[in-house]
């Protein structure tokens, strides 16, 4: 009685053992899940792009007779509207480029110059192609801008009685600096906010006149621009 007793209870406890051997042996070979990463496609600036810029200038003009007298100075301003191309390679976070644009420009400035008469100067295109350098964060690039500039500079005098007495112009070479930014709001798509520096030194656009006249420009040029990205 006793004998089978005691076989009853042995079987008993193996049978209660078993699920608790179960769990331990789950216990001592961790399972480990991977967890899912999540993969970030960081925006590429590498490719050609053309694209369209409307903006405000704002600049200063002197009238020189040599050596340096000024005889009148004046603020020509107005609006500009071009194009734009250019091409960016991506190394890193560090973008590099080449741009080049022309606008239509409206800006244009008059004083009073030898005492009845007015002074008149005004640019009505302007050409720049400057190299850029950016670094960027992911889809914004902030960047600066620097090279050179090709413009006219036009010179008008007229006055009450005789109406214009001189009117000419010359093209001329100079240099340009700025800063921007810019930000890819579609794939292919970026908008950007820009600031440049022009000056395009002294002109002498009244052959008549030769050097007896001399007419300066500098420019402050505010913008914004849409590129298409190829």
């Known amino acids: 009685m006793n004998f ?62 040599p050596p340096s007298t000024t005889v009148a100075s004046n603020s020509p301003k107005g609006m500009m509207y071009g194009l734009t191309a250019g091409y960016n390679w991506q190394v890193g976070s560090f973008v590099y480029g080449l741009e080049a644009d022309y606008s239509f420009s409206n800006v244009k400035g008059s004083t009073t110059c030898v005492v009845v008469s007015t002074c008149e100067t005004s640019n009505t295109w302007l050409a720049t192609f400057r190299g850029r350098v950016g670094y960027a ?14 413009g006219n500079i036009n010179g008008t005098v007229t006055t009450p009685l005789l109406g214009t007495v001189l009117d000419g112009s010359e093209s001329r070479f100079g240099w340009t600096f700025g800063a921007g930014l810019e930000y890819a709001f579609l794939a292919n798509w970026t908008a950007k906010i820009e600031y440049l520096y022009v000056d395009l030194g002294t002109a002498q656009p009244f052959s008549s006149l030769g050097a007896l006249t001399q007419v300066s420009f500098k420019e402050n040029i505010i913008r914004g621009g849409l590129n298409y990205r190829f």
């Open 4 to 65: 089978r007793l005691i076989k009853f209870a042995a079987a008993a406890a193996a049978l209660l053992a078993t699920p608790f051997a179960a769990v331990a042996a789950d216990m001592k070979t961790p399972v480990y899940k991977g967890v899912p990463r999540s993969v970030i496609a960081y925006y590429n600036w590498t490719g050609f792009y053309v694209g369209a810029t409307v903006g405000y200038g704002s600049g200063s003009s002197d009238w020189i007779v």
């Open 137 to 150: 964060f992911d889809r914004f690039l902030p960047y600066v801008t620097g090279g050179g500039a090709y």
